[in-house]
């Protein structure tokens, strides 16, 4: 007889749990879930408040040029449209975690949440990138029609590319070190058992 | 939801609690994390309890609930307390016959269980169930032939472990 089915032999007679009574049951229900589901939701609202409150509370330039005002307008409408299309997309992601849906199913509509808080953070660090670019063209733009000398233009010009580039690297860095740091360590287990199903599946087939 | 529906959820748990006992003591170590999982999962079978339509059996929809709960939804212990060893606390009062020796191998067969991933404690819990494959592989989610060649490795695999700890 093999280990598991020895085990087997006693699994079903064995009811020696501490019985919990009714009232303790009907306590538990009415708790706070620790799930990674509501740590997901939780995260994942406070980033749609932070990014949502940077973006009204940075202070808007007023724009000489009737090209950048149009330029911003189109972006400030781009940006509400892609954060409304987020919000939208994390809803209904939600909605289709059910607990009752076979493994596989449950642990990709978890992974589906978190790619869309994935993609939402990568958005708003390209807007946040966009922006600052537009901001450095306008500079030059400026600097060139008050008619600043070639030196202070190419200054201008030389020290707006460095910074353009070294923000990048920035964004990028921040960008998966937050993923890094924050899921990593929540969906760490989800991650580790997801890749166990999806290796059953491919070692087989 | 109303009270009558909280009545008769706790009426049924409370007479299927085992279901959750079972599943808890494969995934938890010791009792505060088999206390800790058990509510979980408590909380998400009455969060899914307006999805039970009643014609499938009451412990069918729970383990899958409480399954998928170990798996995908538990995170782990909220807070660490002092710590009583699961199987020194109640492998003791498991049979009515004690008999040492046979508790000393359930218990090596444990530790072997429990050093399983989340996905081979799933397949050993339906296979300890009398889960057929088709059940095993609607529930995980995978194909019938996958689950029974994983079941198979399974049984090797802990045959290996136990013979690593120099046997029973």
Redesign the interface.
């Known amino acids: 007889m093999?280990?598991?089915d020895?085990?087997?032999q006693?699994?079903?007679?064995?009811?020696?749990?501490p019985?919990?009574?009714?009232n303790e049951?009907?306590a538990?229900?009415h708790?706070?879930?620790?799930?990674?589901?509501k740590?997901i939701f939780t995260i994942c609202c406070v980033e749609f408040i932070v990014w949502i409150t940077i973006s009204i509370f940075i202070p808007a330039e007023r724009e000489d040029f009737l090209f950048f005002q149009v330029a911003d307008v189109i972006y400030n409408v781009v940006f509400y449209a892609f954060i409304f299309f987020f919000i939208y997309q994390f809803y209904t992601l939600l909605i289709r975690i059910?607990?009752?849906?076979?493994?596989?199913?449950?642990?990709e509509s978890?992974l589906a949440v978190r790619t869309n808080a994935h993609n939402y953070i990568r958005f708003n660090l390209i807007a946040a990138y966009a922006a600052f670019g537009i901001q450095f063209i306008q500079l030059i733009v400026k600097e060139y029609t008050h008619r600043s000398s070639w030196g202070e233009m190419i200054f201008v010009l030389v020290l707006g590319s460095i910074l353009f580039t070294l923000f990048g690297f920035l964004f990028i860095w921040l960008f998966k070190l937050y993923f890094k740091i924050l899921y990593g360590i929540?969906l760490k287990?989800?991650n580790?058992?997801y890749d166990?199903?999806i290796r059953?599946?491919e070692?087989?087939? | 939801m109303n009270k009558n529906k909280e009545i008769e959820f706790v009426g049924l748990l409370e007479q299927h609690q085992n279901v959750l006992h079972k599943i808890c003591k494969l995934y938890a170590s010791d009792l505060d994390t088999h206390k800790d999982l058990f509510q979980e999962m408590v909380i998400q079978l009455w969060r899914s309890y307006p999805t039970f339509k009643g014609d499938s059996k009451f412990t069918t929809w729970a383990y899958r609930v409480a399954l998928n709960t170990a798996i995908s939804l538990y995170r782990g212990k909220k807070r660490k307390i002092t710590t009583v060893d699961w199987d020194n606390s109640l492998q003791n009062i498991c049979y009515e016959e004690y008999d040492p020796a046979q508790e000393e191998k359930l218990k090596t067969l444990y530790g072997a269980v429990r050093q399983l991933n989340d996905i081979e404690k799933a397949l050993v819990y339906m296979y300890l169930e009398d889960k057929d494959y088709t059940e095993i592989s609607e529930t995980l989610g995978i194909s019938e032939v996958n689950a029974r060649v994983k079941m198979n490795r399974i049984k090797t695999k802990l045959k290996s472990m136990i013979n690593q700890n120099g046997g029973y």
Not at chain 1, 10 to 17: E, G
């Open positions: 093999d280990g598991l020895l085990l087997k006693h699994w079903k007679d064995n009811n020696s749990f019985k919990i009574q009714k049951l009907q538990m229900l708790k706070s879930s620790s799930s990674i589901v740590w059910k607990n009752t849906s076979n493994t596989r199913k449950l642990i978890i929540l287990k989800l580790s058992n166990e199903l059953l599946e070692n087989e087939t």
